[in-house]
């Protein structure tokens, strides 16, 4: 058990005056690793201003220099203190420590600062060493890992409306707080370090995600053009469809009532139109649910669920992104700043937030609509890029299976080769009702779908869905087998791993893990999803890492703004876009050598909505 160390106030200095400012940095100046971390006004770095700014060179020492204090209160000038500064955060031989060091390079650039030479953040190697860690947070993650109790925020700043920012708070208590940041995080560095190296995943963080990091910032820095005038139309085009509905809906029921209210419906449905209600789950208020998914299987039986589902639909979409959204836009930029969350999955794969890009619906018109407010800049062109059946590509090149790769070799459609395959028909015989059952059947397999899952979600029998699962498995054997060895893994080791090496825990699989047979399925399917779809963000990571620097190194002034789902987009100047699709394609389809090639397909335009194929000039085909 880590013992607590003494108080270590007189260790951390808050560093006042030029004099004292320089002589820190001659004495950190040949430091082989510096831990940094901003105090600021805000947790949004697109809107925040720099507060202070803490150093440590080594445990239990803490510097902290205020640029933005109570009047009163010791201060350097920010220009000023960062000018100094800047030989130490500029130094490519010394690697920079941070918890969460993206927020810091963003708030840094923004003031005029730029950090370089290698990175380690600390949250980022706790989520790779444990992607279900609950401890990403500096306080707990000192506690857990340290036994150390550190200072909440909210001593310092307060709560609710009392609530103040950095900037309020005297020297005398951020300088403390800001040094047991930079401390903690720097004895954090060598136990996580330790720990991916045991779990093989050091090449993984100091090629793949710790490079990203930095590509993340530019991007949320970046930020994208937003058309407001699409959105004001369609919020009021909306508002308009949604009166309408409403209206509909009570005329249905018979009465007036509000449709929000999950009681009152409830009461619609089940009381006065007497729906049938068995099976049908109660909420804790004792009435009966109307979830999206009870409500999905009542479709048939009354033409007001229909209009019920399409009413939650649009409600929703327009409160979370067409009247949402231009409050986003940073008013200094007018753009639209999205948050990349690069530990906010237990897949590896990339979130997003303020706005969740990953959510707009895409299947349904209203919302491809919303894209259609993602514009380009004025004179630039948007360059979207979107990997072909990544994941199937993966399944394929893990497996080994020779009629799965062969197909991918010949360049078909490979859910028509599918359907040829598991239907025994001419691939040009294939219908397109043929071609969406074996969609749903490739799918369903990568996601360790079981015979049930498969056959409501393709409308069949369960004996239907199961002999088209023995289909597919005769034709494809060896993804049979990869299934069952992904399986074995799981149970075996208590984990999973991508090709590159990055795990996900099932501690649910190993002997003493619940007897629930629902629980340990689930944790099957996870467990066989897990390493297909942890490889596939495993490549989107390089491609953007490494079309990040091309970018850079051919000097064009394109840049990546938007990731989501298997799409990378660039925001390019006109008479840049044919250059930067060329790259993008080479970038993308090299990024991982599979025996499945990449591909991606490439499509141009002046909105995320509309946009055409990229006609490639043949010179560029490569």
């Known amino acids: 058990v880590p013992q607590p160390t003494p108080p270590a106030q007189n260790r951390y200095e808050v560093i006042v005056g030029l004099e004292a400012l320089h002589g820190l940095v001659s004495r950190l100046k040949d430091a082989p690793a510096l831990t940094v971390d901003v105090e600021t006004t805000d947790p949004d770095a697109m809107r925040a201003l720099l507060v202070g700014v803490a150093l440590t060179d080594g445990p239990e020492h803490g510097y902290y220099i205020p640029v933005l204090a109570p009047p009163g209160d010791p201060q350097l000038p920010a220009e000023t203190a960062l000018a100094a500064l800047e030989p130490l955060l500029r130094n490519p031989a010394t690697t920079k420590h941070g918890h969460n060091l993206k927020y ?6 923004l003031a005029g600062a730029e950090l370089a030479g290698p990175t380690f953040d600390t949250m980022i190697a706790e989520w790779l060493a444990n992607p279900a860690s609950t401890n990403l947070g500096l306080k707990n993650l000192a506690w857990v890992r340290l036994g150390e109790q550190m200072t909440p925020i909210t001593d310092l700043i307060g709560k609710g409306k009392d609530r103040v920012t950095m900037r309020e708070v005297p020297v005398a208590a951020a300088a403390p707080y800001a040094c ?95 729906l049938p209600s068995q099976g049908v789950r109660r909420t804790a208020s004792g009435h009966y649910s109307t ?41 200094r930029t007018g753009r639209l700043h999205t948050s990349y969350n690069q530990t906010g999955t237990v897949t590896g794969r990339i979130s997003s937030s303020d706005p969740n890009l990953q959510n707009i619906p895409i299947r349904t018109p209203v919302g491809r609509q919303v894209r259609r407010a993602f514009v380009a800049a004025p004179g630039c062109k948007l360059v979207a890029a979107d990997y072909s059946q990544i994941e199937l590509r993966v399944v394929a090149h893990v497996s080994g299976d020779e009629a799965l790769l062969s197909a991918f ?19 040009a015989q294939v219908t397109s009702d043929q071609r969406r059952i074996a969609k749903t059947v490739n799918f369903g397999v990568i996601y360790g779908q079981t015979p049930y899952g498969l056959a409501q979600a393709i409308g069949l029998t369960q004996g239907e869905a199961e002999e088209f699962i023995r289909m597919y498995f005769a034709r494809f054997p060896k993804v049979q087998q990869y299934l069952d060895r992904i399986k074995i893994q799981a149970t075996r080791q208590g984990y999973v791993e991508t090709l590159l090496g990055r795990r996900r825990y099932f501690p649910e699989l190993q002997p003493g893990g619940p007897a629930d047979h629902n629980a340990r399925q689930a944790a099957e399917r996870m467990a066989i999803n897990a390493p297909i779809q942890g490889t596939a963000a495993d490549i989107i990571k390089i491609a953007m890492t490494r079309l990040h620097e091309a970018l850079k190194a051919r000097g064009l002034r394109a840049r990546m703004i938007l990731q989501v789902h298997d799409e990378l987009i660039v925001e390019a100047p006109n008479d840049e876009a044919q250059a930067v699709a060329a790259l993008m394609r080479d970038v993308m389809e090299s990024a991982l050598k599979l025996d499945a090639s990449l591909r991606v397909d490439l499509k141009v335009g002046d909105n995320w909505e509309e946009m055409v194929p990229v006609e490639m000039a043949s010179a560029d085909q490569g």
Do not use: C
């Open 409 to 427: 070799a010949r360049e078909e459609d490979i859910h028509a080769s599918t359907a040829a395959a598991i239907f025994a028909v001419p691939l």
């Open 180 to 274: 047991a940041d930079v401390d903690m995080t720097h004895r954090l560095v060598a136990i996580l370090e330790q720990e991916l190296k045991d779990k093989a995943l050091w090449s993984l963080f100091t090629q793949v995600e710790m490079p990203l990091m930095p590509v993340l910032a530019a991007m949320e820095i970046a930020g994208v053009a937003l058309d407001i005038a699409v959105l004001e139309e369609m919020s009021a085009d909306l508002a308009e469809r949604l009166g309408d509905l409403e209206q509909r809906i009570q005329s249905e029921v018979g009465y007036a009532f509000n449709i929000n209210s999950t009681q009152q419906l409830s009461d619609a449905l089940f009381k006065t139109l007497g």
């Open 291 to 331: 979830a999206a998914d009870v409500l999905e299987r009542m479709v048939g039986q009354h033409s007001v669920v229909g209009l019920i589902l399409e009413q939650r639909e649009l409600t929703k979409l327009k409160s979370t992104y067409i009247d949402a959204l231009p409050k986003m836009v940073n008013p």
């Open 104 to 109: 810091d390079i963003t708030v840094l650039h």
